[in-house]
Structures are given as C-alpha cells and as structure tokens.
C-alpha cells in the first residue's frame, strides 16, 4: 500500500535529471542551515524565557521591600462661595 524502495529509487533519478546534482546539493545545504538558524532562534527565546522567570522569581524574594500600599480618594470640589 506504501511507496516502495523501488518507486523511491525512480523518483530520485527523475528529480536529479531535471535540477541536477549540483543544484540538489546547494538546496540540501540551504536547507541545512535554514534549520540549524531556527533551532538556534529557538534557544535563543528559551534563555530569554528563563532569564525573565529568573527575574520575576528575584523580585518576588523582595516581598516586604520598598512597598507602598495607597489608597486612591476621589477630591472632592469645594463648592464656589
């Protein structure tokens, strides 16, 4: 029911007669580093994602300090004499 060894191999020989082997090899590699960019972008945004929980968890231990707990009143308007 799937796609054998053998229809794999014609394929193949079909693709490399119309791009050739040399244009294969350069979209493998641009391929190749188009991969390799995203995984390093990936890792890139985790540490960002790991240093700002780090951050947040520092503030956090900070509880107490430098707080100001406000109430907000509405002034009222004296009224014109």
Known sequence: MGI???QLLII?????????AKRLRNVGSDLGGAIKGFKNAVKEEEA????KA???QKLEQKDGENVFDVK??????????
Request: hydrophobic content about 45%; glycine content about 4%; aromatic content about 6%.
């Open 72 to 81: 907000a009143e509405e002034k009222k308007e004296k009224p014109d004499a």
């Open 48 to 51: 960002k994602e790991d240093e």
């Open 12 to 20: 193949l020989a079909i693709v490399l007669v119309l791009f050739g």
């Open 54 to 56: 780090a951050s947040e």
């Open 4 to 6: 054998s060894i053998w």
